[in-house]
């Protein structure tokens, strides 16, 4: 069975803090995916990364990188120099090979960043 | 950027009633999913769909509950006899064939059960 943790229910951070949002995870399968995905006020799911197993090689895109640690099982986020509009409920998500297009989702966390 | 759309975004429906949830997937997309999230939970899977059948779905997917792909291009969810915990988000992605392609969402289908 997967499982997705995300232990943060909520973090608060003045703007322009930098904000990391853990994801741990559980899975049997050898070969698996990771993502990230921002839920905003307004409801929709927006797509942030994927990521597979075999690529520990920490991601930066803009604002936002990821940390990948299979060893620690571990797929976390951070926001540097945060904005009020990153404000989201974010989901860290994983699918497996044997079931490769059904995504568990972690519980998420909110995000809250205030002026 | 193409999205996948969903109406309506608001539903509202008394217990008992059959509801169906629509979905325009995005244009070049061949799997179709629908999740859902009750208020404050996590997303939830409920069924995938390729190639006019079902491929993968959740236990919740149970007798109440079909897809169908009517036309070449919505994507229906239908709940037969709403109950009150069927209350929640519906979400409709698609995404491309190639294995483990990311789902785009849609912008989901409240669904109020009164």
């Known amino acids: 069975a997967q499982k997705v943790t995300q232990a943060q229910t909520e973090i608060s951070v003045v703007e322009k803090e930098d904000v990391t949002l853990d994801c741990v995870y559980e899975?049997?399968?050898?070969?698996?995916?990771l993502f990230w995905y921002k839920q905003p006020p307004s409801g929709e799911l927006v797509f942030l990364i994927r990521r597979n197993s075999f690529d520990e090689q920490n991601e930066i895109s803009g604002r936002y990188s990821w940390n990948f640690q299979k060893s620690t099982s571990s797929f976390n986020f951070t926001i540097t120099a945060s904005q009020v509009v990153d404000s989201a409920v974010y989901f860290c998500a994983l699918s497996g090979h044997g079931s490769a297009r059904q995504l568990t989702f972690g519980s998420g966390t909110q995000l809250t960043v205030l002026p | 950027e193409p999205e996948v759309t969903q109406t309506p975004s608001h539903q509202v429906t008394q217990m008992g009633q059959e509801v169906i949830l629509r979905c325009v997937p995005i244009s070049n997309h061949l799997y179709f999913y629908w999740y859902r999230q009750i208020l404050g939970q996590k997303v939830e899977f409920l069924v995938s769909?390729?190639?006019?059948?079902?491929?993968?779905k959740s236990e919740i997917f149970d007798d109440q509950f079909s897809v169908e792909r009517p036309d070449g291009s919505n994507f229906t969810l239908k709940i037969r006899s709403t109950k009150l915990e069927d209350s929640a988000m519906y979400f409709c992605?698609?995404?491309?064939?190639?294995?483990?392609?990311?789902?785009?969402f849609g912008n989901g289908t409240r669904l109020t059960v009164t």
């Open positions: 769909f390729y190639n006019n059948e079902i491929s993968e």
């Open positions: 899975t049997r399968d050898t070969t698996y995916y």
């Open positions: 992605a698609s995404s491309e064939a190639r294995n483990n392609s990311p789902l785009h």
